[in-house]
């Protein structure tokens, strides 16, 4: 009898310690080049397929998601807030999501670097939800996209 008291005590002291954080969402103005971890609340502006999958005599995409080596299907989307913008790699099953004027929830986003230029991305240790339809004003003037950044090495 005691001792599923002590392993009851046991389990309630590890729930205790192992309680999940509170996620801090971060507003697009704020991302940086190399970062990662960022939650965010977005609104869907544009989107535009760059990479889409062939096959559609093979059923299209049902056939496509049971085929593990498909190409992927790849949409760059303009998602911002009213403090900026910036362009967001959307991945196989997150293309469906980014239907432009949808809001969405960005959970352990990414920021890869593409050609000199900062994209946002969610990869498989992140999560893609759409929300409830919020009044968000983008802010397109701020996009972060369009800003070049460039590698230097600083000798010491």
């Not at 990414?110 to 802010?139: H, Q, T, Y």
Request: net charge positive; glycine share 8%; hydrophobic share 40%.
């Amino acid at each position: 009898m005691a001792t599923t008291a002590t392993a009851a005590a046991a389990t309630t002291s590890t729930a205790a310690t192992s309680e999940k954080k509170k996620p801090v969402f971060v507003k697009v103005d704020s991302l940086k080049p190399g970062t990662h971890g960022h939650n965010l609340t977005v609104k869907v502006v544009d989107s535009k397929t760059v990479k889409a999958t062939g096959g559609g005599s093979r059923g299209g995409r049902a056939s496509a998601s049971l085929n593990p080596r498909a190409p992927p299907r790849i949409s760059e989307c303009l998602v911002g807030d009213e403090t900026g913008s910036i362009l967001f790699t959307a991945r196989n099953e997150q293309v469906d999501l980014m239907k432009p004027g949808a809001t969405v929830i960005l959970r352990n986003a990414k920021i890869d670097m593409f050609k000199g230029s900062m994209r946002l991305a969610v990869d498989k240790w992140g999560r893609v939800e759409v929300a409830e339809p919020a009044d968000i004003d983008v802010n397109g003037q701020n996009n972060l996209s369009l800003v070049e950044y460039e590698l230097v090495n600083v000798e010491e």
